[in-house]
């Protein structure tokens, strides 16, 4: 059985076709980066399939079922741009709202959800900042905590758009660290990431994207001087060469 699974997926921004013929299957135990150029669609991509924007046509499975049958097994992490860091709550308030799907909404968190929260901030070395304003945190500090959000929830796939974009050093260490983690505990990962510097060390699996599939499978096989070349338009020196 297949995590995730798209066919003939095509979707729009107003009347601007973003996405055309995306075809691919995730199976389970996977890093996945999915790369490509600006504008290829990478982020459009996550949202069509967790039914955050609309799609025109195609088809969407994750687990062989419908995402709104699956939302609990899947987590995600949104690039860091589009969350209102200004909102008043602190970090261990973010992290508990990733058991809402185990509390239940109208209800209210006992312990036994906040000690789950905080091993989260503590796994993600952001205990000691558990009750400070989301606001007052750094971009690496804050990106950790929405990481511990999704990780509170024990999902079976985590999707994350570009949660590597504007960290520290230790911060990329402690998430790439974190990621490869739950791959050997069995789970599926797909990264939206933009250094292609990085891609072999990070990922065994790569989806090379420009608004359609260029390649997807095995790092070794796809992230190749000519795949990269056909998605990025032969307009990159090829890393490998230096």
Do not use: C
Not at 52 to 76: E, I, M, N, Q
Not at 105 to 127: S, T
Request: no cysteine; proline share 3%; net charge positive.
């Amino acid at each position: 059985m297949s995590v995730l699974k798209v066919e003939d997926l095509f979707a729009a921004y107003r009347k601007t076709r973003v996405l055309h013929d995306v075809n691919f299957e995730v199976q389970p135990g996977t890093l996945t980066g999915i790369v490509g150029p600006n504008g290829a669609g990478k982020s459009t991509l996550l949202k069509v399939i967790l039914e955050l924007h609309p799609k025109l046509s195609g088809s969407v499975s994750f687990f062989d079922t419908s995402y709104a049958k699956v939302k609990t097994r899947v987590g995600y992490v949104p690039q860091r741009g589009s969350v209102d860091w200004d909102f008043p709550t602190n970090a261990l308030d973010v992290v508990t709202m990733g058991l809402y799907g185990q509390v239940g909404w109208l209800k209210w968190p006992n312990r036994r959800h906040k000690e789950k929260a905080l091993a989260a901030l503590e796994k993600m070395g952001m205990a000691a900042f558990a009750d400070r304003q989301i606001s007052q945190l750094s971009g690496g500090q804050q990106q950790r905590v929405f990481l511990a959000r999704a990780l509170v929830q024990d999902a079976d796939l985590y999707v994350m758009d570009e949660p590597l974009a504007g960290v520290d050093a230790a911060t990329e260490r402690a998430i790439m660290t974190t990621l490869k983690e739950l791959k050997s505990a069995g789970k599926t990962v797909m990264v939206v990431h933009h250094d292609l510097q990085t891609v072999d060390d990070y990922f065994d699996h790569v989806l090379l994207l420009n608004k359609t599939v260029v390649a997807h499978g095995r790092t070794q096989d796809v992230f190749t001087k000519e795949n990269v070349y056909r998605a990025y338009g032969g307009t990159l020196r090829w890393m490998k060469e230096a």
